[in-house]
C-alpha cells in the first residue's frame, strides 16, 4: 500500500522560513519522480517542485531560489525547504510520489 505522510507545516510570518517533509512506503522510492505540490484558496492545484532521480530538479518559476527540494533514499523522504515565504506561498502542501498523493499540510504565512 502506497503512503506518503508530510509534516513540518504551520504558521510563519513573511520573509520567514518552513521545511517539510514528505515520508514514502509503499513503493521503490529511489526510481520514482517525487513532487510538491500546493492549492492555495480559490486557486488551483501548481506544481511547486520536482526531484526526478538522478539529480534534476524543476521548481515553479514564484518558488526558484527561494525554495529547495531535496530527498534522501536511505530514509525514503522528499523534503522541501522553503525560505522568504511570502503571504502568496499560503496554501496546503501536498506531496506526490508514484501517482499517490498525501493529504496534505497547510502552510501559512502572515503577520
Known amino acids: 500500500q502506497v503512503q506518503l505522510v508530510e509534516s513540518g507545516g504551520g504558521l510563519v510570518q513573511p520573509g520567514g522560513s518552513l521545511r517539510l517533509s514528505c515520508t514514502a512506503s509503499g513503493f521503490i522510492f529511489s526510481i520514482n519522480d517525487m513532487g510538491w505540490y500546493r492549492q492555495a484558496p480559490g486557486k488551483q492545484l501548481e506544481l511547486v517542485a520536482l526531484?526526478?532521480?538522478?539529480?534534476?530538479?524543476n521548481y515553479a518559476d514564484s518558488v526558484k531560489g527561494r525554495f529547495t527540494i531535496s530527498r534522501d533514499n536511505a530514509k525514503r523522504t522528499v523534503d522541501l525547504q522553503m525560505n522568504s515565504l511570502q503571504p502568496e506561498d499560503t496554501a496546503v502542501y501536498y506531496c506526490?510520489?508514484?501517482?499517490?498523493w498525501g493529504k496534505g499540510t497547510l502552510v501559512t504565512v502572515s503577520s
Open positions: 526531484d526526478v532521480p538522478g539529480g534534476r530538479t
Open positions: 506526490y510520489g508514484y501517482g499517490s
